[in-house]
């Protein structure tokens, strides 16, 4: 038996229609390699059912077969066995194997679906202090308030980050965003995803004082033009910062500004995703009021001053200690982020519920939610599904075709099968194999593993495990980084060098660094399946240690301006395929410093070959296996190292079912099947 030709995947390739409802028939293909298997069956927990062979799909390789059944009311897990005489192999998520792992079956979930145009979507994620000043006229002054005994500070757009940092600012604000709109075009984006842009605080605002509007420090209203009275301890004399985040006039004046960006975001063509930080708020926030910013603006008292605040139940504390009540629960122990009693207060959740409902609807029309800490949310797991059940639905309704992204470490299946989320912030299924296998380093920059830099076949055996949790389109648009804000820039991993800005200093994060390397990770980050997400500055050769170094300002004139190019080149190679959305994936070569794969659909085939060691590797790749006929060519379409990268074009010829290439050292290499002229 041929099992290297053996193939199902979950995509538009071999199941039909993608996302079935109860009720509805579905068609699932299984292939083969030509008249080389006896029979083929489904296997699921109640049925064994035997595919026939499809007349309509043979070809001088391969043999399809094929069933069509009604898809049940609950969730159906399934996998193949493949009979050829006195052989027998199964194939699940992982391919083929001698004994199915329940985990890795495949599966159908009726009635989940994805939004379309998050499949495959080119996202930008913004830290909005350090992306780009629009107006200064908005920024936060130096001692305009008090925050964690720190007061705060404006500083210059070139000042190095400090170790503490959440209390300085350096401007950033939507305005800067909405004049690099046609940057961020240029560069292919599709989508928006932006750090908590709600009244908060701090500079990455994870402290939300107000979950109903946009901090008017990051907009263009009219703000106030007295100074602050420059608060030494407390904040009794921040005047300025209260009435811009109470007054009424402006927080409706910076919301409807907010509306109009969205207008002009959507009018491009161009979606957005809000951060949503519900597992806790911030201390400031209007339902606790530890600043009593609130309370001094005539406003509803809040639960850290009086027990009979009618937001008593939105927290939980464990002494009667009033007034100023210090003892409410703090996630992982901060008291600047009390964590909400979703599960405890009815009121509460139903207040949740309500601002994500709000923020999708007109006139803003968001197009989706990221979920900070996700699984923490609540104190129990079936409190925590419940609430994310009931969110989705909600959002759906008010926007059906909104998505809900979660922040989770490990499995995500509990909650995509369950209707909860649609996929995760992609770490198991790609940030850390990538970094793993270029460079050896964790993603914080915190420790060396030498045994997985540069292991092939673990990074397809992590990839393989990781993306089996991920059902259907939730593998699609699951958010692909190579950096973000809690991880050290992926320019500063190729280093290989172990430190945090505190023990190793700034500069240490821009030494020794592998542009080369950094390309590879740039490619593999823009075909590997999922939704590609830049990190603001990467593309511009951004480094920096783990947060808060990773929060720099982006360098405004100062720019790897081939690196952008770089980048713009890579999202332009995307557009064109049609399988770097949608399409399949399915490994060709593994070895030391050495991954090689391709995407495939039934219009266009793709070949990647990383090669991160230091010598020339020749390579023959089996791309039959991706249904390349022989006397094919492929055009190579780009390859980058060290020195830079060409995108000159080469044809290649594939014999016997092979491409073979000869890869130069640190280098990324793009193949893309040429149709013309065949």
Same mark, same amino acid.
């Given at each position: 038996?041929?099992?290297?030709?053996?193939?199902?995947?979950?995509?538009?390739?071999?199941?039909?229609?993608?996302?079935?409802?109860?009720?509805?028939?579905?068609?699932?293909?299984?292939?083969?390699?030509?008249?080389?298997?006896?029979?083929?069956?489904?296997?699921?927990?109640?049925?064994?059912?035997?595919?026939?062979?499809?007349?309509?799909?043979?070809?001088?390789?391969?043999?399809?077969?094929?069933?069509?059944?009604?898809?049940?009311?609950?969730?159906?897990?399934?996998?193949?066995?493949?009979?050829?005489?006195?052989?027998?192999?199964?194939?699940?998520?992982?391919?083929?194997?001698?004994?199915?792992?329940?985990?890795?079956?495949?599966?159908?979930?009726?009635?989940?679906?994805?939004?379309?145009?998050?499949?495959?979507?080119?996202?930008?994620?913004?830290?909005?202090?350090?992306?780009?000043?629009?107006?200064?006229?908005?920024?936060?002054?130096?001692?305009?308030?008090?925050?964690?005994?720190?007061?705060?500070?404006?500083?210059?757009?070139?000042?190095?980050?400090?170790?503490?940092?959440?209390?300085?600012?350096?401007?950033?604000?939507?305005?800067?965003?909405?004049?690099?709109?046609?940057?961020?075009?240029?560069?292919?984006?599709?989508?928006?995803?932006?750090?908590?842009?709600?009244?908060?605080?701090?500079? !990455?605002?994870?402290?939300?004082?107000?979950?109903?509007?946009?901090?008017?420090?990051?907009?263009?209203?009219?703000?106030?033009?007295?100074?602050?009275?420059?608060?030494?301890?407390?904040?009794?004399?921040?005047?300025?910062?209260?009435?811009?985040?109470?007054?009424? !006039?402006?927080?409706?004046?910076?919301?409807?500004?907010?509306?109009?960006?969205?207008?002009?975001?959507?009018?491009?063509?161009?979606?957005?995703?809000?951060?949503?930080?519900?597992?806790?708020?911030?201390?400031?926030?209007?339902?606790?009021?530890?600043?009593?910013?609130?309370?001094?603006?005539?406003?509803?008292?809040?639960?850290?001053?009086?027990?009979?605040?009618?937001?008593?139940?939105?927290?939980?504390?464990?002494?009667?200690?009033?007034?100023?009540?210090?003892?409410?629960?703090?996630?992982?122990?901060?008291?600047?982020?009390?964590?909400?009693?979703?599960?405890?207060?009815?009121?509460?959740?139903?207040?949740?519920?309500?601002?994500g409902k709000k923020w999708v609807s007109p006139p803003y029309c968001a197009d989706g939610w990221r979920l900070d800490v996700a699984a923490d949310l609540g104190h129990t797991r079936s409190a925590n599904h419940a609430f994310w059940k009931r969110f989705r639905e909600a959002v759906r309704e008010a926007n059906p075709q909104a998505l809900v992204l979660a922040e989770h470490y490990g499995n995500p299946a509990a909650w995509i099968l369950r209707g909860e989320w649609d996929s995760v912030m992609n770490y198991d299924a790609f940030m850390e194999p990538v970094t793993w296998f270029l460079t050896g380093m964790e993603k914080?920059?915190?420790?060396?593993?030498?045994?997985?830099?540069?292991?092939?076949?673990?990074?397809?055996?992590?990839?393989?495990?990781?993306?089996?949790?991920?059902?259907?389109?939730?593998?699609?648009?699951?958010?692909?980084?190579?950096?973000?804000?809690?991880?050290?820039?992926?320019?500063?991993?190729?280093?290989?060098?172990?430190?945090?800005?505190?023990?190793?200093?700034?500069?240490?994060?821009?030494?020794?660094?592998?542009?080369?390397?950094?390309?590879?990770?740039?490619?593999?980050?823009?075909?590997?399946?999922?939704?590609?997400?830049?990190?603001?500055?990467?593309?511009?050769?951004?480094?920096?240690?783990?947060?808060?170094?990773?929060?720099?300002?982006?360098?405004?004139?100062?720019?790897?301006?081939?690196?952008?190019?770089?980048?713009?080149?890579?999202?332009?190679?995307?557009?064109?395929?049609?399988?770097?959305?949608?399409?399949?994936?399915?490994?060709?070569?593994?070895?030391?410093?050495?991954?090689?794969?391709?995407?495939?659909?039934?219009?266009?085939?793709?070949?990647?070959?990383?090669?991160?060691?230091?010598?020339?590797?020749?390579?023959?790749?089996?791309?039959?296996?991706?249904?390349?006929?022989?006397?094919?060519?492929?055009?190579?379409?780009?390859?980058?190292?060290?020195?830079?990268?060409?995108?000159?074009?080469?044809?290649?010829?594939?014999?016997?079912?092979?491409?073979?290439?000869?890869?130069?050292?640190?280098?990324?290499?793009?193949?893309?099947?040429?149709?013309?002229?065949?």
């Open positions: 038996m041929i099992t290297e030709a053996l193939f199902h995947d979950e995509t538009g390739l071999c199941r039909s229609p993608e996302e079935p409802r109860a009720g509805e028939p579905v068609t699932l293909f299984f292939r083969t390699a030509k008249d080389d298997v006896s029979a083929v069956y489904l296997v699921s927990r109640d049925h064994e059912m035997r595919l026939c062979r499809d007349k309509d799909r043979r070809d001088a390789r391969f043999d399809w077969y094929r069933i069509t059944l009604t898809v049940p009311e609950k969730l159906f897990s399934y996998y193949f066995e493949v009979e050829s005489g006195m052989d027998m192999v199964a194939y699940d998520r992982t391919g083929s194997v001698r004994r199915p792992d329940p985990q890795h079956q495949f599966r159908i979930q009726p009635g989940l679906s994805v939004p379309d145009w998050a499949c495959g979507a080119l996202m930008y994620q913004i830290f909005t202090d350090r992306f780009k000043s629009g107006d200064g006229d908005n920024d936060v002054q130096s001692g305009e308030y008090v925050y964690l005994k720190h007061r705060t500070e404006q500083v210059a757009w070139d000042s190095e980050v400090q170790g503490f940092d959440v209390a300085r600012f350096y401007g950033g604000d939507l305005p800067g965003v909405r004049s690099k709109l046609d940057y961020l075009q240029s560069l292919g984006v599709e989508v928006l995803y932006f750090n908590p842009l709600f009244v908060s605080p701090s500079n !990455h605002k994870y402290d939300t004082q107000d979950y109903d509007h946009i901090d008017p420090h990051l907009t263009r209203v009219p703000l106030l033009s007295e100074t602050n009275p420059a608060p030494e301890q407390g904040n009794e004399g921040a005047e300025r910062y209260g009435r811009i985040t109470t007054d009424a !006039h402006i927080l409706e004046a910076s919301d409807a500004w907010f509306a109009d960006f969205c207008a002009e975001v959507h009018a491009r063509g161009m979606k957005i995703i809000l951060d949503g930080v519900f597992n806790h708020c911030g201390s400031f926030n209007k339902w606790l009021d530890r600043e009593k910013i609130y309370e001094k603006g005539g406003g509803v008292p809040g639960a850290y001053a009086r027990k009979d605040s009618p937001y008593h139940g939105y927290f939980r504390f464990e002494k009667d200690a009033w007034p100023d009540n210090p003892s409410y629960e703090g996630w992982w122990n901060n008291d600047t982020l009390p964590k909400l009693n979703i599960d405890g207060c009815p009121e509460l959740a139903d207040e949740i519920i309500r601002i914080h920059s915190d420790f060396r593993n030498d045994g997985l830099y540069g292991n092939g076949e673990v990074f397809f055996h992590m990839m393989a495990n990781a993306m089996s949790k991920l059902t259907g389109r939730s593998l699609y648009c699951a958010m692909n980084q190579l950096s973000n804000h809690d991880h050290s820039r992926f320019l500063t991993r190729t280093n290989r060098t172990v430190g945090r800005l505190a023990t190793s200093g700034s500069a240490a994060a821009s030494q020794g660094i592998n542009k080369g390397v950094f390309r590879e990770a740039c490619v593999m980050l823009m075909t590997w399946p999922g939704a590609p997400t830049l990190y603001y500055g990467d593309e511009a050769g951004l480094c920096g240690f783990t947060d808060p170094d990773c929060r720099r300002p982006y360098p405004w004139g100062h720019e790897d301006l081939e690196l952008i190019e770089f980048h713009k080149y890579l999202a332009s190679f995307r557009r064109k395929c049609s399988c770097m959305r949608k399409g399949s994936v399915k490994g060709l070569a593994a070895g030391y410093q050495l991954v090689a794969y391709g995407r495939f659909d039934a219009d266009t085939q793709a070949v990647v070959v990383i090669h991160n060691g230091t010598d020339w590797k020749h390579v023959k790749l089996p791309v039959w296996t991706l249904g390349v006929p022989d006397g094919k060519t492929l055009e190579r379409v780009l390859t980058s190292n060290e020195a830079g990268y060409n995108v000159g074009c080469k044809s290649m010829t594939v014999k016997d079912g092979y491409l073979e290439a000869d890869i130069g050292p640190v280098s990324a290499v793009l193949y893309l099947r040429k149709e013309s002229g065949e």
